[in-house]
C-alpha cells in the first residue's frame, strides 16, 4: 500500500466532531458533516443536517441526527437514502440490519425507535418514564440505560426484555445517590457500561456486563464527564481502545483493561473537560478544552509530548482525534489536519 500523502482540509467553522471508517474521514462541523479521503484529503461530500447532532458511520453509510431527523446517507456518494422524523441528537446504534434511535416521547421521557436499515421503516418503538441514554446494539440485543440507573438489554427483533440490572445492584447507594446508566461500547460478548453520579466521585463508576446473562464481570470506580448534553458539544469522552475503554472526566483520562477492569491512570496538563480518547502508536491521546492535544504512554502513563491548537476558539471545546492510516487527524477551527503521533508535530509542518 502507497504511503497516503500529508494534507490538510479546510471546513466553514469549528470541527467538534470525528470518526474514521473504510478509509474515509467523517468532520462534523455546526450542521454540516464533511466527508475526506483518508489517504489524499480530498473533500468528498458534505451535508447539512440543520443543526449540530452526533453520527455514526456503519456499513458504508453514515447515520447522523440533527434537525428533528436521522439520516441515512451513503458514506461514499453522501446521497441521502432515507430520514426518519423524531430522532433527537444522540449518537445511533447499528447492528443486525437495525439502527436504533432515541427520540422524545409524546407524555414524558423518551422513545427508542429500532428502524429497518435498509429504508428507515420503523420496526418497534419502546416508551420509557426515565430518559434513556444512547443505546448498543450487537445485532441480537439492544442494550439501553436509563436515568434511574437501569440497565436493559432487548431483543432486536421484537423488543422483548431478555435481562435487567436494577439500580442496587450497581451500589447499595445507588437508587439515592446515584443517576444515569450509559452504554459505552460492545468488545465481544462485554458490553461496557458508565454510571453518571448525581453526587461527586468515587460513586461513578465503569462496569463490564456479560451481553448474555447480564452478570456484572468487574466494575472500577472512575469518573466520568458526559458534559451538558448539549449537542453542539462533542461526543461522550469515552471509547473503545485495543484491549478496553478509555474515559475521561477534567484533567484525568483513565484506561481501564477489558478482561480485568485494571487502571491505568493519565493526568492531563490542566483540568478541564476531554475529548474521547484516542490510541495510536502504543500511546493514548485526547483533546482538552484548553486547546491542548496531549498523549501519554499507554503502559507507563507518562505523558509524552503536549501541543496546542492554537487557531481553535476557547470556548469551542476540545478538539476532536481520529487514528487513521498510522497518523493522528485533528479537527480544528476551519481546517482538519494531521500531526505525527511519535512527536505531536505537524506532519510534515509545510502541510500546514
Known amino acids: 500500500m502507497t504511503d497516503p500523502v500529508a494534507w490538510r482540509a479546510e471546513v466553514d467553522g469549528t470541527v467538534i466532531r470525528l470518526a474514521a471508517a473504510d478509509g474515509t474521514v467523517f468532520a462534523g462541523c455546526g450542521p454540516q458533516i464533511y466527508a475526506f479521503d483518508a489517504a489524499t484529503g480530498a473533500e468528498l461530500w458534505r451535508i447539512d443536517t440543520g443543526t449540530p447532532g452526533p453520527f455514526r458511520a456503519a456499513e458504508g453509510v453514515v447515520y447522523a441526527t440533527g434537525g428533528g431527523h436521522v439520516r441515512a446517507v451513503d458514506a461514499r456518494t453522501g446521497e441521502e ?78 423488543g422483548r426484555e431478555r435481562w435487567r440490572i436494577e439500580p442496587d445492584q450497581w451500589h447499595p447507594d445507588w437508587p439515592e445517590r446515584g443517576g444515569g446508566i450509559e452504554p459505552l461500547g460492545l468488545a465481544g460478548g462485554t458490553l461496557l457500561v458508565a454510571g453518571l453520579p448525581h453526587d461527586p466521585p468515587p460513586l461513578g463508576f465503569v462496569a463490564a456486563v456479560d451481553t448474555r446473562t447480564g452478570r456484572e464481570l468487574w466494575q472500577q470506580p472512575a469518573g466520568y464527564d458526559p458534559g451538558e448534553g448539549r449537542p453542539d458539544e462533542g461526543d461522550p469522552p469515552a471509547a473503545l481502545v485495543p484491549g478496553g475503554v478509555c474515559v475521561t472526566e477534567p484533567g484525568l483520562l483513565t484506561y481501564l483493561a477489558g478482561e480485568s477492569g485494571l487502571a491505568t491512570r493519565f493526568r492531563c496538563t490542566e483540568q478541564t473537560r476531554c475529548s474521547p480518547p484516542v490510541m495510536i502508536g502504543g500511546l493514548v491521546c485526547a483533546g482538552t478544552a484548553g486547546q491542548l492535544i496531549e498523549a501519554f504512554d499507554a503502559v507507563t502513563g507518562r ?4 501541543v496546542k491548537d492554537v487557531q481553535r476558539p476557547p470556548a469551542s471545546g476540545p478538539p476532536p482525534l481520529v487514528a487513521v492510516h498510522g497518523r493522528l487527524v485533528v479537527g480544528g477551527h476551519r481546517r482538519v489536519y494531521q500531526i505525527d503521533p511519535r512527536t505531536g508535530a505537524a506532519y510534515p509542518s509545510s502541510a500546514l
Open 303 to 306: 505523558r509524552e509530548w503536549v
Open 81 to 158: 437514502h432515507w430520514r426518519f422524523r423524531g430522532a433527537i441528537p444522540v449518537r445511533p446504534a447499528v447492528g443486525g440490519g437495525r439502527v436504533c434511535v432515541i427520540g422524545d416521547s409524546p407524555r414524558w421521557g423518551r422513545t427508542l425507535h429500532v428502524l429497518n436499515a435498509r429504508n428507515g421503516a420503523e420496526k418497534w418503538r419502546m416508551e420509557a418514564d426515565p430518559k434513556l441514554s444512547a443505546p448498543a446494539c450487537d445485532g441480537d440485543l439492544i442494550y439501553v440505560g436509563c436515568a434511574d440507573g437501569a440497565l436493559l438489554a432487548l431483543r432486536a427483533r421484537n
